[in-house]
T-cell receptor
Framework: DAGVIQSPRHEVTEMGQEVTLRCKPI?????LFWYRQTMMRGLELLIY????????DSGMPEDRFSAKMPNASFSTLKIQPSEPRDSAVYFC???????????????FGPGTRLTVL | AQKITQTQPGMFVQEKEAVTLDCTYD???????LFWYKQPSSGEMIFLIY??????QNATEGRYSLNFQKARKSANLVISASQLGDSAMYFC??????????FGTGTRLTIIP
């Protein structure tokens, strides 16, 4: 089975440019998470969706960040305009949540390494 | 607030020895899950093992086992017969329902031949 797919794997851009990261969750999973990993802050959640609906976006740094999930098989994270401090690895993860079960395992994509010059 | 603590920034272990990576957590919730992930130098996050708070037996997955001590709020990962390929960062995480995972700061494990 295909795992979580992210694109691009690497992105180098200049400050001020728009950046769009893409994610395809595992088929059948109904929860999708965007995390960011930096040396200073470790792994932190940016936003997560359940059944394509944003549930918690409190981790989104500021208005420059936006995320969408137009359908169950696709999500985007957009940064506009990008800044050097946005340089990080961005992970997408998905899980299958059922009410009668405990926490579900989140499976991570390979990540997108973003460098903003 | 939920918190995960990993007190070992780095560990060096001889190949074929067993290794224990420490993880303690803090929560007032009764229902939660504890996870361990491996992050090799290539950067991907690989799920290793899961323990539910109501599970009475310690979870095991091949060479990985989770030493779950609920009263002490600890969920240590034990890797038996370590291999060179086990060298990586290891993250402990806690989750609730379908909400976010809270991660520890990680332990960098280096296996010495």
């Amino acid at each position: 089975d295909a795992g979580v797919i992210q694109s691009p794997r690497h992105e180098v851009t200049e400050m001020g440019q728009e950046v769009t990261l893409r994610c395809k969750p595992i088929s059948g999973h109904n929860s999708l998470f965007w995390y960011r990993q930096t040396m200073m802050r470790g792994l932190e959640l940016l936003i997560y969706f359940n059944n394509n609906v944003p549930i918690d976006d409190s981790g989104m740094p500021e208005d420059r960040f936006s995320a969408k999930m137009p359908n169950a098989s696709f999500s985007t994270l957009k940064i506009q305009p990008s800044e050097p401090r946005d340089s990080a690895v961005y992970f997408c993860a998905s899980s299958q949540f059922l009410l009668d079960r405990g926490p579900d395992t989140q499976y991570f994509g390979p990540g997108t390494r973003l460098t903003v010059l | 607030a939920q918190k995960i603590t990993q007190t070992q920034p780095g560990m060096f272990v001889q190949e074929k020895e067993a290794v224990t990576l420490d993880c303690t957590y803090d929560t007032s919730d009764q229902s939660y899950g504890l996870f361990w992930y491996k992050q090799p130098s290539s950067g991907e996050m690989i799920f290793l093992i899961y323990q539910g708070s109501y599970d009475e037996q310690n979870a095991t997955e091949g060479r990985y086992s989770l030493n779950f001590q609920k009263a002490r709020k600890s969920a240590n990962l034990v890797i038996s017969a370590s291999q060179l390929g086990d060298s990586a960062m290891y993250f402990c995480a806690m989750g609730f329902g379908n909400e976010k995972l809270t991660f520890g700061t990680g332990t960098r494990l280096t296996i010495i031949p």
